[in-house]
């Protein structure tokens, strides 16, 4: 199970170490307000840069389009 907690940047290091310290948690991983996690985003971002792919202009109503289908 995961939590997303929000944490001030001056107790991050207080809340980074009280986590450590408990038995049952097993990995503490900071993320940053403007990091990207998602692997699905992450992929996308990776292959437009690579050109793997080539974005598809679209006007705002074929988009809208796009998602109701």
Do not use: R, W
């Amino acid at each position: 199970m995961k939590y997303i907690l929000d944490i001030p940047e001056n107790k991050m290091a207080f809340a980074e170490e009280f986590f450590k310290s408990i038995s049952f948690i097993k990995k503490i991983k900071a993320i940053a307000p403007n990091e990207i996690t998602n692997t699905a985003i992450l992929k996308g971002i990776e292959d437009y840069e690579s050109k793997k792919v080539m974005p598809t202009p679209l006007n705002l109503a074929e988009l809208k389009a796009m998602i109701n289908a």
